[in-house]
C-alpha cells in the first residue's frame, strides 16, 4: 500500500462486523438497517432486472433517476437543478466524495472538515494529496456543537474545500442555521467550495428540520450536494448515491467518477427514482419509528450505566462507557462481541486529535425493535 493510504488501514467498519460475525453479536457497530426499503421500490429493481435493463447505463446515471434527484430537491428544499448537467448518479454517497474531492483539490491545498468524521473525508481527501484541517465538535451538555471560532481560524489562503456533515455521523448532530450561515460566509469570503455530505437529510427526530447549504445566500454557485438512497429507503447494498451543483463543479466530480466505476447500479436505479417520486410517505413514517428506536436505545445504553449523548437524527447515538470502568473505546470495541455478544464503533477512528474522543462509543439504533432489546439485555450484563 502506497504510503498516502497507509495511515487509513482497514475499515473500522469491516474489523467490527468481522468481530460481530465471529461471536454472534448484535451488529449495532456498522450503520445499515436490518428491514427492507418500499415494497413498489423493490418491485421496480426485480422489473427493471426482468425488462433488461442490465448494461451499462448511461455515464451521468439514468434519466429518469436525474430527473426524479432534481424534482426532489426542487419539492423539498425549492433548489433548482438541471437534470442534464447538475446531477450526476454516482455509486453510492461515497463514490459521489471522492469524485468531488480528487475532481477538485489539487495537491497541497487544504480541505476543512468537521471532526469526528466520517471516515472516507480523510482518505479521499489523502488520495487526493490535500492536506486536511478538522475543526472539532465540542459538547454542549448532552450533545455537540460546533466551535465558530475555531472554524473560521480552519481557514487559511490554502483552503480550497470544506466538507459538511448533517445530520452528522457519527453523533446524530444536526447543524443549526446559524452554524450554517457562518460556513456560507467563510465559503464566501473564502472562496472555498462546499462538499455536503446529507445522506441523512430525511432522517430527523423530533421536528428537528434540514435545511441544505445550497440554501444559503452565495452558496448554490459553489456546493456539491450529496446524498443517497442507501438511508432514505433502507438499500444501504444497491449504492445508488448522487451530487447536484453547478455544472462546472458537478464535471469535475464526474472527471474523476468516469475513471472510478465509470458507471454503476443499473437496475437499481429506475427503482430510486420511482421511491423518490412515490415513496416518501414510507420514509417519513421510517423516520417517526427510527426516532422510536433512538429512545429505546438510548435508554437501554442509560439503564445499562453508560452516559448517553442527545441524538437529533441518523442512525448512531454515542454513549460514554466511563462510569462503568472503560476509559479506551477502541479497547472497549475489540472486548465488547466476545464479552457480551454485542458490537459498537469506536468515534476515536473517526479524528484526529483522539484525547476529547478516546473514551467515546457509536453505537446504531437502525436495528429492528426485537434486535435493540436483546442489545438491551445484553448490556446489562456489563
Ligand atoms: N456519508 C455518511 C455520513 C455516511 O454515514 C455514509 C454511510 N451511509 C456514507 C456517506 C456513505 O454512503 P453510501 O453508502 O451511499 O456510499
Ligand atoms: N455509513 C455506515 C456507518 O457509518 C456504513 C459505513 C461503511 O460500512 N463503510 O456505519
Known amino acids: 500500500t502506497v504510503s498516502r493510504l497507509r495511515p487509513f488501514g482497514t475499515t473500522v467498519f469491516a474489523e467490527m462486523s468481522a468481530l460481530a460475525v465471529e461471536h454472534s453479536a448484535v451488529n449495532l457497530g456498522q450503520g445499515f438497517p ?25 455515464g451521468l446515471g439514468v434519466p429518469e433517476l436525474r430527473r426524479a434527484v432534481a424534482r426532489h430537491q426542487e ?42 468524521y466520517y471516515d472516507c473525508y480523510a482518505a479521499t481527501v489523502a488520495m487526493a494529496g490535500g492536506i486536511r484541517r478538522t475543526v472539532p465538535l465540542v459538547g454542549d451538555g448532552d450533545g455537540f456543537r460546533l466551535d465558530r471560532d475555531r472554524l473560521a481560524a480552519a481557514f487559511t489562503p490554502q483552503t480550497s474545500l470544506m466538507i459538511v456533515n448533517s445530520p452528522h455521523n457519527p453523533t446524530g448532530t444536526v447543524l443549526g442555521d446559524d452554524d450554517l450561515a457562518e460556513i456560507a460566509r ?82 437499481f436505479q429506475p427503482a430510486v427514482a420511482h421511491a423518490l417520486d412515490h415513496e416518501m410517505d414510507w420514509v417519513h413514517t421510517s423516520s417517526i419509528e427510527l426516532a422510536t428506536k433512538r429512545d429505546l436505545l438510548s435508554a437501554a445504553l442509560s439503564d445499562a450505566g453508560f452516559g448517553v449523548h442527545r441524538s437529533e437524527a441518523g442512525y448512531f447515538v454515542c454513549a460514554d462507557p466511563r462510569p462503568l470502568g472503560f476509559f479506551d473505546g477502541v479497547e472497549f470495541c475489540r472486548m465488547l462481541p466476545e464479552r457480551i455478544g454485542v458490537a459498537a464503533v469506536p468515534v476515536s477512528t473517526f479524528v484526529d486529535d483522539t484525547a476529547p474522543w478516546r473514551h467515546l462509543v457509536r453505537f446504531a439504533f437502525s436495528k429492528r425493535a426485537d434486535v435493540i432489546a436483546e442489545a438491551a439485555q445484553r448490556l446489562r450484563r456489563l
Open 34 to 58: 436490518d428491514t427492507d426499503g418500499p415494497t413498489s421500490m423493490l418491485e421496480t429493481a426485480q422489473r427493471a432486472i426482468a425488462d433488461g435493463h442490465n448494461q451499462y447505463p448511461p
Open 75 to 116: 419539492n423539498h428544499y425549492d433548489l433548482r437543478y438541471d437534470p442534464d448537467s447538475e446531477v450526476l448518479i454516482t455509486v453510492g454517497a461515497t463514490e459521489a466524495i471522492a469524485g468531488s474531492v480528487i475532481g477538485l483539490v489539487e495537491p497541497g491545498s487544504e480541505v476543512v472538515m468537521i471532526e469526528p
Open 186 to 267: 467563510l465559503c464566501v469570503e473564502h472562496d472555498v467550495v462546499a462538499v455536503t455530505d446529507e445522506v441523512y437529510e430525511h432522517l430527523l427526530f423530533d421536528d428537528r428540520f434540514h435545511r441544505p447549504l445550497a440554501t444559503f445566500p452565495g452558496m448554490r454557485e459553489r456546493t456539491l450536494r450529496i446524498s443517497s438512497a442507501g438511508k432514505t429507503f433502507n438499500c444501504t447494498g444497491w449504492k445508488v448515491g448522487w451530487v447536484s451543483g453547478p455544472a462546472d463543479l458537478v464535471a469535475a466530480a464526474r472527471a474523476a467518477k468516469q475513471f472510478m466505476s465509470y458507471v454503476g447500479s443499473g437496475p
